[in-house]
T-cell receptor, first 113, second 113 residues
């Protein structure tokens, strides 16, 4: 039972263009969502978060959009840079005394110079 | 500020053996969560430790156990190793159980033969 899904295993984007990474979830009780970036041989690096009471959060080149009715969130990277090439994971949690995140399977982003 | 560190980096064990993995949390962080990441999958929540006690557990059998020490460092113990336990084990620290941001270490790659 995959509660958090990233249906695109990989994505290639030209440098300078927009990268859009998508994530779908099934549990409407999730109240916090995170995006992580992972380089080979490193642990995931926290990128950006969004609470279920918001529909958008921006941090520099990164923006996360949340559509609760569709149970869908997306990460936009503008402009994309070669250093953004990594695996991106979305994660979701329902707060129950703590956050126990459920992760998607990841999307490998390749930004072409 | 010191980030999350894990040891060892790699480990090879035989089926049926026991293993202990170690994690030092980021400075000031008192909560540690452990995740298992199988090849091609996203991290799966194993359990969390806060104030030296287990504070939430995922769908893992009791042969997965942990400890947290007064300095907030933590251990993950796995008994009676099975081939399917081969994975990358990640720990993540946070400022507290109600802090939604979790910061990951580089992981320990466990291979069970």
């Amino acid at each position: 039972d995959q509660q958090v899904k990233q249906n695109s295993p990989s994505l290639s984007v030209q440098e300078g263009r927009i990268s859009i990474l998508n994530c779908d979830y099934t549990n409407s009780m999730f109240d916090y969502f995170l995006w992580y970036k992972k380089y080979p041989a490193e642990g995931p690096t926290f990128l950006i978060s969004i609470s279920s009471i918001k529909d958008k959060n921006e941090d520099g080149r990164f923006t996360v959009f949340l559509n609760k009715s569709a149970k869908h969130l997306s990460l936009h990277i503008v402009p994309s840079q070669p250093g953004d090439s990594a695996v991106y994971f979305c994660a979701a949690s329902r707060f129950s005394g703590t956050y126990k995140y459920i992760f998607g399977t990841g999307t490998r982003l390749k930004v072409l110079a | 500020e010191t980030g999350v560190t894990q040891s060892p980096t790699h480990l090879i064990k035989t089926r049926g053996q026991q293993v202990t993995l170690r994690c030092s949390s980021q400075s000031g962080h008192n909560t540690v969560s452990w995740y298992q990441q199988a090849l091609g999958q996203g991290p799966q929540f194993i359990f969390q430790y806060y104030r030296e006690e287990e504070n939430g557990r995922g769908n893992f059998p009791p042969r997965f156990s942990g400890l947290q020490f007064p300095n907030y460092s933590s251990e993950l113990n796995v008994n009676a190793l099975e081939l399917d336990d081969s994975a990358l084990y990640l720990c993540a620290s946070s400022l507290g159980p109600v802090s939604y941001e979790q910061y990951f270490g580089p992981g320990t790659r466990l291979t069970v033969t």
